[in-house]
């Protein structure tokens, strides 16, 4: 697995235990932080699943409201927490890191939802993001 999708991985683990704890992120960004510094060999991952949830944190509104938007009949309510958080995480790459081509964005929240997900999760998440991701064309 290479760094970004590790880091990927680590932003999923942060939002979804967030969602389903009902912390706040800065809550659990704290601990992943204190963790982090306590082991040295998970460095690699955590400045880029930093950004992603902090990226996500400070355009929330507006990935929620494009979430609501095309999700067709999907309120993010009724979402699984996973598919939740790997949307978001898709949309934070789409939207605001121009260092990720949306495909790729696209590509690894699929494969996430793939792994991580209920069976229906992965043509979910390819739909909605590929329909958000086509619209900014």
């Not at 950004?51 to 400070?58: A, M």
Request: net charge negative.
């Amino acid at each position: 697995m290479g760094a970004r999708s590790k880091s990927r991985k680590r932003a999923l683990d942060i939002l979804y235990g967030a969602d389903v704890r009902e912390e706040s992120i800065n809550t659990v960004l704290a601990a992943e932080q204190a963790r982090n510094d306590a082991d040295p060999k998970r460095s690699n991952s955590w400045p880029y699943a930093r950004d992603i949830v902090i990226g996500i944190t400070e355009h929330g509104d507006e990935i929620d409201e494009l979430i609501e938007t095309y999700s067709q009949g999907w309120p993010i309510a009724r979402m699984p927490a996973v598919d939740r958080a790997l949307v978001r995480i898709g949309l934070w790459e789409i939207l605001f890191n121009d260092e990720v081509p949306d495909a790729v964005a696209i590509s690894e929240a699929v494969e996430s939802a793939r792994v991580h997900s209920t069976d229906d999760s992965a043509g979910f998440v390819n739909g909605l993001l590929g329909r958000i991701a086509a619209s900014r064309a």
